[in-house]
């Protein structure tokens, strides 16, 4: 599998990938290991939806990720993981060492009863033993459902009920910049609204002595006493689930977007190369959660297909000072670095000074994922981070696509600051207008969808088929729609703007708005909400929630904080509404539709142009959210 090495060379294969994806992916697709080759390049339909790529064919994506370079890259370092404290010890493994790691925790997956097709919940800290955990699951066909260790003990169980899982495998404790937080208490009050899970495996991180139910809960490190350090992969089929992983959608419960052992391991590692132009010798760093899809395809699939030297970062930008991105960039020679807009924002409110002490001379590309990147955060990126030499390859996306769909390729095409650029080779964007007709010209706007499959396109929803039609096939019959709105410039590139159902992206991670008020409803005090983004300096969005309240009688503070706990309890902290405004009630239509679009608009605090309010049933209550809202200022 060839870098493309120029943007002349780029065109060529992209237009070559249009002409016949089947030929193009299928060449691809054979430069992997496959237990069995496939019959059948692609099948699909996107009414229903029905897609299937390489059926017929079978493989463990393990033995793509590890045995596979066992012969020549036996002794390469696979991962380095640096701790949340500087001052701790980091770890390194060499691909033969992780092939160990892994083969054993697969072992004790097979102890504890676990089977293929299984599905087992991880919610685990950044620790070696995550990513050590999905692969150990993808070895013996087990379905991983990684939780974000952030989300709360209600978020984690509707998860866990959803996919059925058997089996949790989680940590004692987290460490988090200065924080300390009991993971396992965690997964305990989760487990008391759950009764398929009939293990839970504990990794030590902290050193504390949580509670172990007996018959239910084990030691990680004492079940791995008892484990071979030899396991057999599962031969699995190319359209196989490989994973789950939950994300918000504009309406009610999170959804499970289901990726395959095949396809999603063709584009996982066909992606990573291209954008990153990673080289044999390079140390590749994604500052990303495994518990977010960026996590999964772009820490632990992506670059361990390509035999690549992967880093994982257990902490945070800040700890223990804003220099602590640049100081592992040094420490370790990190050549290609990925990170998120809204860390970069973080990081210039405290001054460039943390950059300029170290010299990040060994970046070669630099990434941005997860929202859209505003010139300013791009050009202090760009001259700062990457000294004006380095590419930034400005990565669009979804947890549903699975891998990098627009972006640039390394400094194989052109940049421009905000603009994510070209779709990767195999990807077929279009704009479409609000009737779904193609808008075929260059220097539009309009609905951002795709018109042709590519490997790694979710299958499914978890359980929900139905749900995914209506959800991404529906609005515009025969294509895939992402959710996004975007530009693209004369040139043909393209400016993603944003969400345009409801959905907000707080620090890159999505929210449904149904989500939050769902939330917010469950405490006693509240009659209902409406929720919405507003523009946040370092969030890219923030929550803002109007509430009408019972208890009018109430302090408003007090009434305020208990609305924040109801958020943290049922989502978890990174839902918390930045902004909440006790309102007297929300503007409606006399049909009793909520009208979001004065909500957002004084949100915005852009109260000028409210639009027509006469369908109103009380036009007055628009005047006394505004004057609410100016003292939230
Ligand atoms: C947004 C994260 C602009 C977009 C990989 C998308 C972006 C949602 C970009 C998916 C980008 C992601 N520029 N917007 N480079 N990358 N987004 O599922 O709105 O957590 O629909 O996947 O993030 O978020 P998700």
Not at 197 to 221: C, F, Q, S, T, Y
Not at 312 to 326: I, L, Q, S
Not at 373 to 384: D, F, G, S
């Amino acid at each position: 599998m060839e870098k493309i090495e120029s943007f002349e060379q780029y065109q060529q294969i992209h237009k070559k990938s249009v002409e016949n994806p089947e030929e193009f992916w299928a060449e691809i697709a054979s430069t992997y290991s496959w237990k069995k080759q496939w019959d059948n390049v692609l099948d699909w339909e996107f009414d229903t939806p029905d897609v299937k790529w390489f059926q017929g064919g079978t493989l463990n994506i393990t033995e793509n990720l590890l045995d596979r370079h066992l012969a020549s890259r036996g002794n390469k370092l696979a991962l380095i993981w640096e701790p949340n404290d500087p001052k701790e010890k980091f770890v390194r493994y060499t691909y033969k060492e992780l092939h160990e790691k892994v083969c054993q925790f697969a072992n004790v997956l097979k102890n504890n009863g676990a089977k293929k097709g299984d599905r087992i919940c991880i919610y685990m800290p950044m620790i070696p033993d995550l990513a050590i955990a999905v692969m150990a699951c993808a070895r013996i066909g087990a379905v991983h459902s990684v939780v974000f260790a952030g989300f709360s003990a209600h978020a984690l169980s509707d998860r866990i009920n959803d996919a059925a899982c058997n089996i949790v495998i989680t940590s004692d404790g987290l460490f988090r910049g200065a924080k300390e937080i009991p993971v396992k208490r965690v997964v305990d009050e989760a487990l008391n609204t759950c009764d398929t899970v009939d293990k839970v495996i504990v990794a030590e991180r902290v050193g504390w002595m949580p509670n172990m139910v007996e018959g239910r809960d084990v030691w990680l490190h004492d079940e791995l006493e008892k484990a071979d350090k030899y396991c057999e992969a599962e031969e699995m089929n190319a359209e196989d689930p490989l994973f789950i992983l939950y994300t918000s959608g504009s309406t009610g419960k999170p959804k499970g977007i289901m990726h395959t052992c095949g396809g999603y391991m063709v584009y996982a590692g066909y992606s990573f190369k291209q954008v990153f132009q990673y080289d044999e010798s390079d140390i590749y760093w994604c500052t990303a959660d495994i518990g977010w899809i960026t996590g999964h395809t772009y820490i632990v699939y992506g670059p361990l297909l390509n035999g690549a030297t992967t880093v994982m970062f257990e902490g945070v930008p800040t700890f223990p000072d804003a220099g602590r991105f640049w100081q592992v960039v040094d420490k370790y020679g990190v050549n290609q670095f990925y990170t998120a807009p809204t860390a970069i924002r973080a990081l210039m409110a405290h001054g460039v000074d943390h950059v300029l002490s170290y010299s990040l001379d060994s970046l070669k590309v630099l990434g941005s994922v997860g929202e859209p990147i505003n010139e300013e955060a791009w050009n202090w990126y760009h001259i700062h981070v990457g000294k004006e030499r380095c590419p930034i390859v400005d990565t669009w996306w979804q947890t549903e696509t699975g891998g990098i769909m627009i972006s640039g390729l390394g400094s194989s095409s052109p940049m421009k600051p905000a603009h994510a650029g070209y779709p990767l080779p195999g990807i077929q964007p279009v704009l479409l207008d609000k009737d779904g007709n193609e808008i075929e010209e260059n220097g539009v706007e309009g609905y951002l969808a795709v018109k042709h499959p590519w490997p790694s396109m979710l299958r499914t929803i978890w359980g929900d088929h139905n749900r995914c039609q209506k959800t991404y096939f529906s609005h515009y019959n025969g294509y895939y729609f992402t959710g996004d709105g975007a530009k693209r410039d004369e040139n043909g590139m393209y400016r993603i703007i944003g969400r345009v159902d409801d959905v907000i992206n707080v620090s890159g991670h999505r929210f449904g708005t149904a989500e939050i008020e769902n939330a917010i409803n469950r405490n006693e005090k509240v009659v209902e909400s409406a929720v919405v983004g507003y523009p946040h300096e370092i969030k890219g969005q923030g929550i803002y929630a109007y509430v009408v309240c019972s208890d009018v009688e109430s302090d408003e503070e007090i009434l305020k904080a208990e609305i924040i706990e109801t958020v943290v309890e049922e989502i978890g902290k990174i839902a918390k509404p930045e902004k909440i405004q006790i309102v007297p009630n929300l503007p409606k239509t006399r049909s009793g539709k909520i009208m979001r679009r004065i909500l957002r608009k004084i949100a915005e605090g852009d109260t000028s142009s409210l639009g027509d309010t006469s369908t109103l049933l009380d036009p007055d209550v628009v005047e006394k959210i505004k004057e609410g809202a100016k003292l939230l200022e």
